[in-house]
Nanobody
Framework: QVQLVESGGGLVQPGGSLRLSCAASGSIFSMDGMGWYRQAPGKEREWVAGITRGGNTNYADSMKGRINISRDSAKNTVFLQMNRLEPEDTAVYYC?????????WGQGTQVTVSS
C-alpha cells in the first residue's frame, strides 16, 4: 500500500505561483511513476504532469511552460511548481503513484485562482 498526502494548495491571484507537494509513504524510486492530475468543478479529472522512475518528465499542453514537476528522493516527495496561474487552473489537484501495477491517489489539494 502507498499513501500519498498533498499540500500546498490555496487561494492565489491570477499571475501568481504555487508549489504543491506530494509526500509518499514509501520510497518514490519504488514507484513506476508519479503524476499530478486536476479536477475542476463539473469537469472530468485530467492529467497535468508526470515523472518516471528514471526522472523523465511530461506535461499537459494546457499547462506546459507554466509548470515544473520535480522530486526530492530523500523526502519521498514530488512537487508541482505552478507559475502564471489563471482562473481556469482552479481545481482540486491530485497526486497519483503507480506501484506494482496499481494506482494510488492522494486526497487532493484545492487550488483557487481568483482576484
Amino acid at each position: 500500500q502507498v499513501q500519498l498526502v498533498e499540500s500546498g494548495g490555496g487561494l492565489v491571484q491570477p499571475g501568481g505561483s504555487l508549489r504543491l507537494s506530494c509526500a509518499a509513504s514509501g520510497s518514490i524510486f519504488s514507484m513506476d511513476g508519479m503524476g499530478w492530475y486536476r479536477q475542476a468543478p463539473g469537469k472530468e479529472r485530467e492529467w497535468v504532469a508526470g515523472i518516471t522512475r528514471g526522472g523523465n518528465t511530461n506535461y499537459a499542453d494546457s499547462m506546459k511552460g507554466r509548470i515544473n514537476i520535480s522530486r526530492d528522493s530523500a523526502k519521498n516527495t514530488v512537487f508541482l511548481q505552478m507559475n502564471r496561474l489563471e482562473p481556469e487552473d482552479t481545481a482540486v489537484y491530485y497526486c497519483k503513484a503507480r506501484w506494482f501495477g496499481s494506482d494510488y491517489w492522494g486526497q487532493g489539494t484545492q487550488v483557487t485562482v481568483s482576484s
